[in-house]
């Protein structure tokens, strides 16, 4: 076992070190999303454990309160051992707060991530084993680890609604740190001139997540869920009751309404919606079998007045859409793929007949 005490000289925390490994750590993750999913890094990492406090306690034959008492810690704690180069993270699973217990994870990631234990031998971070001003330039270190890792500065500020709110919904932190972040984030900007580049935040991977966050709309009318850009109009019901609406893990990307017809990034079908043709790998827009035209689109409002001239009524502003959009999202015209027939209406529902009623005698 290593010394628990051992005399050093005054540590000064690393923030910058601390933000760049919390940077390297997001970059282990293949999902570029928030929330972090942090019990992924037992997976990345060979020499980590995550363990809960109710493992320890079945394991040890002891209370929680006892096993808070012996690791020192009602939240959490990270262990190293000397002998085989492995990390145990502990956390107290039985806080009803899910925003304090990921903090925790986080700050114990921090310390293992920054190697705290190693350089100033200690098997355990306590206050008793270093002295108070190295232990609490430790914990200033993990915490600044903890906070780029949960809500990492360069996607947050992103976020077109500025609010402590976003980041504890979005981030799943608790309403006091989601403050404390939010804080300290737009001190930075105001005081001290921090800039956040977009482009930095695409290049860490989180394009497409930060689309979703500002651009994540509800419908009132067919209480549709979707990620579009400025919508007028609902695709799936052509209604203008849209609201913005808080991008949340969890939340289904696309419309509750599921495509049925599988389109490309051009709106065009992969597999014809009339005849299933699936050979479509040639330039133009009709099918070769049966000539339905293959593109949803925003299309033309014709007069359906049977004693009219059935003129154009609305003409179509040309908008690809989605394979499942039923209206174009900028205008309020009909797809093609609704009008002909490839689509049902949102609130569509099939009759059922009774076997009986079918038979008229």
Known sequence: MMNLKMRMKTYRPNFKLAEEKAIEFIG?????????KLMK???????????TYSWYSKKMGLSIEKVCEDLGSEDGCCVYNDLNGKYRIYYNDTIENEGRKRWTLAHELGHYALKHHEMYGQNIMQRNSISNENYEAFEKEANCFARNLIAPPHVIFHFEEKDPSIIEHICKVSSEA?????????????????????DYAEK???????????????CK?????YTIEKPSYCSCCGNKALTKTIYKFGDEFEM?????????FNGRAKSCPCCQNEELDYEGNYCNVCSTYLVNECADVYDDNPFGDQGILVESCGTKLSGNARYCHKCGNPSRFMNAGHLKAWNYT??????????PF
């Open 178 to 198: 989601a403050q404390n972040i939010f804080r300290f984030l737009y001190k930075g900007v105001r005081e001290y001139g921090i800039g956040y580049s977009k």
């Open 41 to 51: 890094f037992k997976k990345v990492f060979n020499n980590l454990e995550i363990k």
């Open 256 to 264: 509750k309404y599921p495509a049925v017809v599988v389109v490309d």
């Open 204 to 218: 860490l991977g989180f394009k497409d997540f930060i689309h979703q966050v500002n651009n994540r709309y509800f």
């Open 221 to 225: 009318n067919c209480r549709v869920h």
């Open 28 to 36: 282990y993750l293949d999902k570029k999303e928030l929330p972090i």
């Open 350 to 359: 099939p009759i059922e007949i009774d076997e009986l009623d079918e038979i």
